[in-house]
């Protein structure tokens, strides 16, 4: 016999919205949930993953101590990761990065949700949990240094695919708002605005009404956020500089040509090579609509699929600005490729089977490669941490003249600069090894002159020359060579890492 809390508890049901009370998604978000954890798990085997996390570390404990983003502390990318970095030290501290890592696992569950609600309604539960699932698999689909770490892409997926999902419900607002969160995260994040601005015209055609209304509401939506940062930070006319109008050599077309090609084409072999499950099945159907063939339909297509044909394409825009094309960067078109996978299989005579048979498959090796991912370059950056830390103490400064930064964080010592890589100082970049543009003359703007009134208050106890063969080594900067040689004698060399200390 039912008891009164039986019929309580059924009367409780009742009032839960009908998408709860069918328990779709509390049977699919546990398992999403278990998928995340497990795809990730390498990222809490290393310290760091890359220089990137190794900045972000570094600018966190500096804004800790009481910098200024923007000012006392810069870079070239919005302000939301390095708050998140800086408020999980305050609360966790500021040794290891687990609580980022944590959260990274998080925005990959909230990414594989959103896109799993987007094909859900296209093309039914089935597709759905599907969508979920190939997004947490592929996930992991490049070298494990750009899908373990807990870097600007990772926490931009989540606003970039929330605008989607809100454009495609009419919420005009909040598809406003989380282009811009997206944006305050990496800046490439705003190419998600072009198939929200593609899916408005083609609601107000359809339904004929007017378009400025809702446009009015995603610019109000988007700038609102935008507005609020810039109060927020004491600079504001720093975060427009450093984030927008000051990274035009940086994004520059000069560079080695060749060198890039081929990081633009290995990366996207190793993402092809990552989705082939659900990217065949997309090919065939375009090959059969080429060749002007009748497409074999095993389901309903609701709607077309342009909208995320142009998601695609903004995205490979946006992949491709400052012609770096690092892996990381290719995070940003998962999602709209895993979904238009998923459309093709849907509407076609494919089982799901052997795309979810290859998916995993090919997931289970890039997990493995990065639980067995070699770590001499981390194994040396410790050791020269170590030396510069025995060399000093934690009242001293230190100057790292390379591209990482992750050196300071390790040393647990503090940066004699606001520059915290030598890019800022001679325009070099990562990937572009041929650049000809690179030099004392190509610094950012008054860059050297904020260098030297740094050191002017005080020269750092130790630097630690990490630049190797790059074009920016001392001999080739002047101004570096000429403080070695004055100021400082050498005190170990590790491979083509030599630490100086200062002449006392």
């Known amino acids: ?92 501290g500021s040794t290891s990065l687990w609580p980022l890592r944590t959260l990274a696992i998080v925005a990959h569950l909230t990414t594989a949700i959103l896109l799993a609600s987007i094909a859900r309604g296209r093309w039914g539960n089935r597709a759905g949990a599907a969508t979920g699932a190939l997004y ?70 359809r339904r004929g009404v007017r378009w400025l209304p809702p446009l009015f509401k995603i610019g109000f939506g988007f700038v609102l956020p935008i507005a609020l940062v810039a109060v927020i930070l004491t600079k504001p006319k720093g975060f427009l500089f450093w984030v927008v109008t000051g990274s ?21 072999a190793i993402l092809l090579g990552a989705g082939l499950g659900f990217l065949v099945p997309l090919g065939h159907r375009l090959w059969l609509r080429y060749r002007g063939r009748p497409l074999p339909a095993a389901g ?4 077309s699929s342009t909208d995320l044909w142009i998601w695609l394409l903004s995205s490979v825009v946006a992949v491709s600005v400052g012609f770096h094309f690092f892996g990381h960067y290719y995070l940003q078109l998962m999602p709209p490729l895993v979904l238009l996978g998923v459309g093709a299989v849907c509407t076609s005579a494919i089982r799901w089977k052997p795309v979810l048979v290859y998916s995993t498959a090919a997931a289970t090796v890039f997990w493995v490669l990065a639980m067995a991912w070699p770590g ?34 390790l040393a647990d010592r503090k940066p004699a600069t606001r520059y915290l890589t030598a890019g800022f100082l001679t325009n070099y970049s990562g990937g572009k090894d041929g650049s000809p543009n690179v030099g004392e003359q190509y610094s950012v703007t008054d860059a050297w002159q904020t260098f030297d009134k740094e050191l002017d208050k005080g020269l750092p106890e130790v630097v630690v020359d990490d630049s190797g063969r790059a074009p920016y080594q001392p001999d080739l900067v002047p101004r570096i060579e000429a403080l070695l040689d004055t100021h400082y004698e050498m005190v170990g060399v590790f491979t083509d890492t030599v630490v100086y200390r200062l002449k006392h």
């Open 136 to 205: 947490l698999l592929v996930s992991i689909g490049l070298s494990p240094e750009d899908t373990q770490a807990a870097t600007f892409e990772v926490f931009m997926l989540p606003a970039m695919v929330a605008a989607f999902r809100y454009a495609e419900r009419r919420r005009w607002l909040a598809a406003g708002i989380a282009v811009a969160l997206c944006s305050l995260t990496k800046q490439t994040g705003g190419a998600v605005l072009l198939p929200v601005l593609w899916m408005l015209l083609q609601d107000a055609r």
């Open 300 to 303: 309903v297509e609701r709607g």
């Open 248 to 268: 035009g050599d940086y994004a520059s077309l000069g560079g080695a040509w060749l060198q890039m090609t081929g990081r633009a084409l290995g990366n996207s």
């Open 376 to 409: 001499e370059r981390l194994d040396r950056t410790t050791e020269v941490a170590t030396a510069v830390a025995a060399q000093t103490t934690p009242k001293d400064t230190v100057l790292v003249w390379g591209m990482h930064p992750e050196l300071y964080w």
């Open 1 to 92: 016999m039912p008891t009164p809390t039986d019929h309580r508890l059924a009367a409780l049901t009742e009032r839960l919205p009908a998408r709860i009370r069918t328990g779709y998604w509390t049977r699919v978000v546990p398992v999403l949930a278990l998928l995340a954890v497990l795809t990730h798990i390498p990222s809490f085997t290393r310290q760091v993953w890359s220089p990137d996390e190794g900045f972000l570390a570094t600018q966190a404990r500096m804004l800790s101590d009481g910098g200024v983003l923007y000012d006392t502390v810069v870079d070239r990318k919005p302000p939301l990761l390095p708050w998140l970095y800086e408020a999980c030290f305050t609360l966790f």
